[in-house]
């Protein structure tokens, strides 16, 4: 079975320009997150959706961190304009349902660098 | 709030057991509880929903202490490939004992084992 799938591994671009991360949940289920990953902060959670409705956003540190989930198969997170101390390591994660008895399941995640 | 997990690293030889520890300042609802290789996504291990209750996958089980808002990971007769760094995820008991899923990760503890 395919798992989470993130696009794309990889982003380098200079400070403000728009970066878009893109997520494919596993098929079926119906909550996703987006966390930031870095040596200083940790596993964070930026904002999570349950039936394609954004839940919680209090994690999205700033207006420029916009996130939208469309349909049940597509979620992007954006940035603009980008700044150096938006580098991190962006992972998307999914589950069944939302509630404490599902486990995440995690993307391999966009490795971001702000230069 | 964060979770505290204690301790932050610790090495073993191949064979021997290690304990990670999270606490947590809030009364919990759940504790789930991940393991990250370097440039990987975290994978799920196990969650625990009861206090006292015990899990196990393999070598590797957990106990939730409600009473005292912290969980314990236990890792028997240590190989290689436990080698990684483990995060707990808690959810915090909220009015009602709804749960909504969202987890806060401690900081992590890196475990490395050698031959």
């Known amino acids: 079975d395919a798992g989470v799938i993130q696009s794309p591994r990889h982003e380098v671009t200079e400070m403000g320009q728009e970066v878009t991360l893109r997520c494919k949940p596993i098929?079926?289920?119906?909550?996703l997150f987006w966390y930031r990953q870095t040596m200083m902060r940790g596993l964070e959670l930026l904002i999570y959706f349950n039936n394609n409705v954004p839940i919680d956003d209090s994690g999205m540190p700033e207006d420029r961190f916009s996130a939208k989930m469309p349909n049940a198969s597509f979620s992007t997170l954006k940035i603009q304009p980008s700044e150096p101390r938006d580098s991190a390591v962006y992972f998307c994660?999914?589950?069944?349902?939302?509630?404490?008895?599902?486990?995440?399941?995690f993307g391999d995640g966009t490795r971001l660098s702000i230069l | 709030q964060q979770p505290v997990q204690s301790p932050q690293a610790v090495i073993l030889r191949e064979g021997e057991d290690a304990v990670i520890n999270c606490s947590s300042s809030k009364a919990l609802y759940s504790v789930h509880w991940y393991r990250q290789k370097h440039g990987e996504a975290p994978v799920f291990l196990m969650i625990?929903?009861?206090?006292?209750e015990q899990k196990g996958h393999e070598k590797i089980s957990a106990s939730f202490n409600e009473k005292k808002q912290q969980s314990s990971l236990y890792l028997t007769a240590s190989q290689l490939s436990y080698s990684g760094t483990y995060f707990c995820g808690t959810e915090s008991a909220v009015a009602g004992g709804t749960s909504y899923g969202k987890l806060t990760f401690g900081q992590g503890t890196i475990l490395t084992v050698h031959p």
């Open positions: 625990l929903l009861k206090g006292g």
């Open positions: 098929s079926g289920h119906n909550s």
């Open positions: 994660a999914s589950s069944l349902a939302l509630t404490a008895y599902q486990p995440q399941h």
